[in-house]
T-cell receptor, first 111, second 113 residues
C-alpha cells in the first residue's frame, strides 16, 4: 500500500546482532501494529501502538521491542536476533471505518 | 479464546467458475470482519470489511456475507479468473479491539485457465 512503507524489504543478519525494522505511514493513523507471519502459525501480533510513545505487547513480544517517537514511524527492534525470529514481518495501520492496511513486509533471515 | 477456521486450506477451480470461501469463528462478539488476499511474497491486500451491523458487502465480483449467530462469513467470487489465484485470509476483529484480532490461516486458491 502506498501509505505504508517498510524498510528494509529483505535482510540477512547474524545470530546475536540487534536488528531494527522500520514502518513509515503517511496517513496520520493513530494505531499501528507489527505482525510476524510464519507457515503453520499464520499472522501473530508482536507489538502495537495507540499513539506517540504509547505501545503495548502482543501475543509474541518476547525478544522484541518497539518505539514510536512520531506518529508516522513505528520501529521494531530485535534485541539480539535468534534463528527463531527468521520470519516475514508486516506493519499495519488501522482505522475503524476501513479496517487494517498492511505494508509489503520485511523478510528477515537470521543465520 | 477466539478460533478462526478457513476450510478448505486449498482449492483449485477452472476459470469462470463461481466459488465460495468459508471463514468460521467461535466467538460471535465481533466488531468487524475483514477479508484479505495475499499474493506469494507480498503483503495483505484488503478486499472487504464487514461491520458487525452489516450482513454483507460487495465489491465488483466479490461478495462477503456475515452471519454472527452461526459464526460464519463467506466470500463469494463470481466468474473466477486466473488473476484471482492467491491466498485468501479472513480476520475477525472482536469487540475488545484490533489488538485482539484473530486471523484465519487462509485458503490458497488456484484458478486454472
Amino acid at each position: 500500500d502506498a501509505g505504508i512503507t517498510q524498510s528494509p524489504r529483505h535482510k540477512v543478519t547474524e545470530t546475536g546482532t540487534p536488528v531494527t525494522l522500520r514502518c513509515h505511514q503517511t496517513e496520520n493513523h493513530r494505531y499501528m501494529y507489527w505482525y510476524r507471519q510464519d507457515p503453520g502459525h499464520g499472522l501473530r501480533l508482536i507489538h502495537y501502538s495507540y499513539g506517540v510513545k504509547d505501545t503495548d505487547k502482543g501475543e509474541v513480544s518476547d525478544g522484541y521491542s518497539v518505539s514510536r517517537s512520531k506518529t508516522e514511524d513505528f520501529l521494531l527492534t530485535l534485541e539480539s536476533a535468534t534463528s527463531s525470529q527468521t520470519s516475514v514481518y508486516f506493519c499495519a495501520t488501522q482505522t475503524g471505518g476501513y479496517g487494517y492496511t498492511f505494508g509489503s513486509g520485511t523478510r528477515l533471515t537470521v543465520v | 479464546k477466539q478460533e478462526v477456521t478457513q476450510i478448505p486450506a486449498a482449492l483449485s477451480v477452472p476459470e469462470g467458475e463461481n466459488l465460495v470461501l468459508n471463514c468460521s469463528f467461535t466467538d460471535s462478539a465481533i466488531y468487524n470482519l475483514q477479508w484479505f488476499r495475499q499474493d506469494p511474497g507480498k503483503g495483505l491486500t484488503s478486499l472487504l470489511l464487514i461491520q458487525s451491523s452489516q450482513r454483507e458487502q460487495t465489491s465488483g465480483r466479490l461478495n462477503a456475507s456475515l452471519d454472527k449467530s452461526s459464526g460464519r462469513s463467506t466470500l463469494y467470487i463470481a466468474a473466477s479468473q486466473p488473476g484471482d489465484s492467491a491466498t485468501y485470509l479472513c480476520a475477525v476483529i472482536p469487540s475488545g479491539g484490533y489488538q485482539k484480532v484473530t486471523f484465519g490461516t487462509g485458503t490458497k486458491l488456484q484458478v486454472i485457465p
